[in-house]
Nanobody
Framework: QVQLVESGGGLVQRGDSLRLTCVVS????????MGWFRQAPGKEREFVAS????????RYTDSVKGRFHTSKDSAKNTVYLQMDFLKPEDTAVYYC???????????????WGQGTQVTVSS
């Protein structure tokens, strides 16, 4: 059974940091791309970051470049999203998801976690 479980969200202030964690099970972690998406109230789900099978290729949406960093620990079947210098516009529910290839489209991802809420106050 494929499972992705996110954690690490919370309420923080502008400029603070958070690290999101996504623990996966039920599939070969090293065979998939892992992506991070977010969805704010009233908005569509948007791509945030992705990391390839080997962990040596990462992609970011422009609004988070230089502030967010994704990594993975294959021994722990875990992918991380380190978020620094958070802004109120980063407020959203954050999801991790898996894909067979690198993509910024949510349609390319077939399994999703339940999401974790990140709220950044000003």
């Amino acid at each position: 059974q494929v499972q992705l479980v996110e954690s690490g969200g919370g309420l923080v202030q502008r400029g603070d940091s958070l690290r999101l964690t996504c623990v996966v099970s039920g599939f070969s972690f090293s065979s998939y791309v892992m992506g991070w998406f977010r969805q704010a109230p009233g908005k569509e789900r948007e791509f945030v970051a992705s990391i390839n099978w080997g962990g040596d290729d990462t992609r970011y949406t422009d609004s988070v470049k230089g502030r967010f960093h994704t990594s993975k620990d294959s021994a722990k079947n875990t992918v991380y999203l380190q978020m620094d210098f958070l802004k109120p516009e980063d407020t959203a529910v954050y999801y991790c998801a898996r894909s067979r290839f690198m993509s910024r489209s949510a349609k390319a991802y077939d399994y999703w976690g339940q999401g974790t809420q990140v709220t950044v106050s000003s």
